[in-house]
């Protein structure tokens, strides 16, 4: 399996631009957890799904994120618009039994 | 309120320097607590979950210990591929987000050859 899969890695944009990532969670897997990562803050849990379906999303730091999950094979992460402050990084996990979460590779998001 | 303390924050060793980094927690209930490695520019590995108290695992170099009140990730003779930086979650039982992993914020672990 490849494993999950993030897109893009890098992300560079301005302040006030739309910017959508992308998460393809290993195959069979039921549950998707969004996490952001800073070094003031370490890793957060922004929301999570299960079986397609949003199950606690109060880890969003406001109106300006929004995530989806149309299929159980493709979510997106939303910012809308974008601020410097946004700037982290972003990571997918996937899970099979609600337990272990094997993570993505990541996506850097500098917002300038 | 529930909290993850890990440390030392930064440790570094010698190639063959055994050492333990911690994990502590403040819970009011435990349903597992998970350890993994985190390379530079990478996600975070999987390496452990522990669920009772005096319960070890282990895998090559590192073992994994569990008590009613902290974690010890235990590295034995570490080898310079070893550093990276390792991430304690907990698992809780009383969280109403029932899949959500708390995290530490981590030990940076640096072995020198």
């Known amino acids: 399996d490849a494993g999950v899969i993030q897109s893009p890695r890098h992300e560079v944009t301005e302040m006030g631009q739309e910017v959508t990532l992308r998460c393809k969670p290993i195959s069979g897997h039921n549950s998707l957890f969004w996490y952001r990562q800073t070094m003031m803050r370490g890793l957060e849990l922004l929301i999570y799904f299960n079986n397609n379906v949003p199950i606690d999303d109060s880890g969003m730091p406001e109106d300006r994120f929004s995530a989806k999950m149309p299929n159980a094979s493709f979510s997106t992460l939303k910012i809308q618009p974008s601020e410097p402050r946004d700037s982290a990084v972003y990571f997918c996990?996937?899970?099979?039994?609600?337990?272990?979460?094997?993570f993505g590779a990541g996506t850097r998001l500098s917002v300038l | 309120e529930d909290q993850v303390t890990q440390s030392p924050e930064a440790l570094r060793l010698q190639e063959g320097e055994s050492s333990s980094l911690n994990c502590s927690y403040t819970?009011?209930?435990?349903?597992?607590l998970f350890w993994y490695r985190q390379d530079p520019g990478k996600g975070p590995e999987f390496l452990f979950t522990?669920?009772?108290a005096g319960e070890e695992k282990e895998k090559e170099r590192l073992k994994a210990t569990l008590t009613k009140k902290e974690s010890f990730l235990h590295i034995t003779a570490p080898k310079p591929e070893d550093s990276a930086t390792y991430l304690c979650?907990?698992?809780?039982?009383?969280?109403?987000?029932?899949?959500?992993?708390?995290f530490g914020s981590g030990t940076q672990l640096t072995v020198l050859p």
């Open positions: 819970v009011s209930g435990l349903r597992g």
């Open positions: 996990a996937s899970s099979l039994r609600g337990d272990i979460q094997y």
């Open positions: 522990l669920y009772s």
């Open positions: 979650a907990v698992h809780l039982l009383s969280s109403g987000s029932a899949r959500q992993l708390t």
